[in-house]
Each structure stands twice: as structure tokens, then as C-alpha cells.
């Protein structure tokens, strides 16, 4: 009987050991996966030389061509910062902030620069100019929230005064719920580190006005049997604003903010520019680029 109980006893704790291993074993946060890219201000490209991301314990670097990075993060993570040691001048440091990430997470591109400026506007209902509280801005990966009177400020936006066209070619989101999505750029340079966006009119998504646009230059790469699948980049002087791929059918979309810039298009050995002007970004314009 003693025996038996003794055994019994033994067989418990052994049990108990096991599971208590097994648990300790697989108790540690199961890891996820974010991306993204860092961008500097005055090209549109990645940094050079490269820059350092961390998050926690965690880091990693960038690409050097695209700036793109990719590392595994604890669950909740929330912020990464940024570090970038140009050749000349002191190290560039920029903390972002995002939603605590629970799974595969790309937080976007991430703008940093040598200057940081607040981007100030309001954000009004298109049909009844009233305030709308709550809309989320987003640009050059950071955010704020609307305030009750529809103003924002978004802080800490990346920027050179030497070299603005990638700042200007920037192109912002305004979301909130009801309404459709509207995208906005820059309208001004800078002004005592403020830059004034003015007024964002949001269409609510029962209202039978349609919302503007997602692009404003649409485009075909002739001839279209060389065309399709050409990489579109448009410049803005040496500086790169967008780039996005033509279709099978060689025609390509896009939004750019007023102003006048060059589109470039290639594919293999094949390449072909013109230049478009927008002065409306609510009027769609139509452009070729010839092989």
C-alpha cells in the first residue's frame, strides 16, 4: 500500500515536471514581423549610408538603394526610432509611433531629414462644411487625430529648406469613419516650422457627390506592346516624387500635387520622358510617354 501510494506520488511529480517544462518552454512571446521603409527628405531614396532601426532590444539596417527594413519585433511594439549618421554633422535621430502591431505589421515609409516641421490644417464634412472630430491624418509615416473644431497638427513631419520638392510631392491621408478617404500634399513651404494645409473637405460615403479622384494624370507608354509593365518615375527636378508600373495594356495612373514635373518611363533598354504641368489637381490630365 505504501509502495503504491509512493508511486503514485512519483508518477504526479513526474507529470507535474514535465508540464511544468513544456510550459516554461513555450511561455516566451511568440515573435512578429514589421517592415518598412526610411526614406530621406531631400532625395525621396533611401539614406546613404545606411540607417539603423531599433525597437527594443530589436534593430536592424536599411536597404541602401530602397531603404526598406524588415526584422522580428515583440508583440505590442508600438514605436521604432530611427538613426541616421550622415558623412558630415551630428547623428539624425526620429522616434515613430504606430498602433501596438500583433501581427506581420508594414508601418509604411517613415520620412526623416535634417529639419522637422508641424503641419497645421482642418478637416470639414464636403456637405455641410461642419467640423469632423476624430479623422486620422497621416503623412511621411506620422499621424494626429482631429480635435473637436476639425484642426489638426501633425508633428515632427520631415523637411529641408534647402531642398523642398520631396516635401511638397509628399501626399497625405485623411480618413475617418462615414466618410471616404481624401489624400492632400503640402500647398506651401514652411513658415517659423509650420506649414499651413488650410482646409480638408471629407465626402461622407452616403452623399451623392463623388469623391475626388484618386489620381489626377492618367497615361499610356507607346508604342504599348513595349510599354507594359514600364516602370513610371516622376521627378520633380533630380528629386524622385512617385513611381508606380504601367498596367499589361501600358497605361499607368497617379496623383501629383500642382506644380510641373518629368515622366519618366522604362522598361529593358527602352526609355521615354515628358513633362506635365498640373495646376488642378480636380481636373484630370492626359499625357504619352514615347518610347
Request: charged share 10%; hydrophobic share 35%; aromatic share 8%.
Amino acid at each position: 500500500m505504501v509502495m503504491r501510494q509512493f508511486l503514485l506520488l512519483f508518477l504526479l511529480l513526474l507529470i507535474c515536471g514535465c508540464g511544468g517544462g513544456g510550459s516554461g518552454g513555450g511561455g516566451g512571446s511568440t515573435l512578429v514581423t514589421l517592415s518598412g521603409r526610411v526614406l530621406w527628405i531631400e532625395t525621396g531614396s533611401g539614406t546613404n549610408p545606411v540607417s539603423t532601426v531599433q525597437a527594443g532590444t530589436a534593430s536592424t539596417t536599411t536597404d541602401p538603394l530602397d531603404g526598406f527594413f524588415q526584422f522580428d519585433v515583440s508583440p505590442g511594439t508600438a514605436s521604432v526610432t530611427v538613426t541616421y549618421v550622415p558623412g558630415t554633422g551630428g547623428p539624425i535621430v526620429r522616434t515613430f509611433s504606430f498602433g501596438a502591431v500583433t501581427d506581420t505589421t508594414d508601418v509604411g515609409d517613415l520620412y526623416i531629414g535634417p529639419e522637422s516641421v508641424t503641419l497645421h490644417g482642418t478637416v470639414v464634412d464636403a456637405s455641410t462644411n461642419l467640423p469632423v472630430a476624430g479623422a486620422t491624418v497621416t503623412i511621411a509615416g506620422r499621424s494626429a487625430t482631429t480635435l473637436g473644431n476639425g484642426t489638426f497638427s501633425v508633428a515632427n513631419v520631415a523637411y529641408s529648406s534647402s531642398n523642398p520638392a520631396v516635401f511638397l510631392g509628399l501626399e497625405g491621408t485623411v480618413t475617418a469613419q462615414d466618410y471616404f478617404a481624401r489624400n492632400f500634399s503640402p500647398p506651401t513651404l514652411a513658415t517659423g516650422g509650420v506649414v499651413e494645409v488650410g482646409t480638408v473637405a471629407l465626402t461622407p460615403t452616403g452623399s451623392n457627390n463623388p469623391p475626388p479622384p484618386p489620381y489626377d494624370v492618367v497615361g499610356t507608354v507607346l508604342p504599348t506592346d513595349q510599354g507594359a509593365l514600364a516602370t513610371i518615375t516622376v521627378k520633380k527636378g533630380n528629386a524622385i516624387i512617385r513611381q508606380t508600373t504601367a498596367d499589361s495594356l501600358a497605361k499607368f495612373s497617379l496623383w501629383l500635387p500642382v506644380g510641373t514635373f518629368t515622366v519618366e518611363a522604362t522598361n529593358g533598354t527602352n526609355s521615354g520622358s515628358t513633362t506635365v504641368t498640373v495646376t488642378d489637381t480636380s481636373v484630370i490630365k492626359s499625357i504619352n510617354v514615347n518610347f
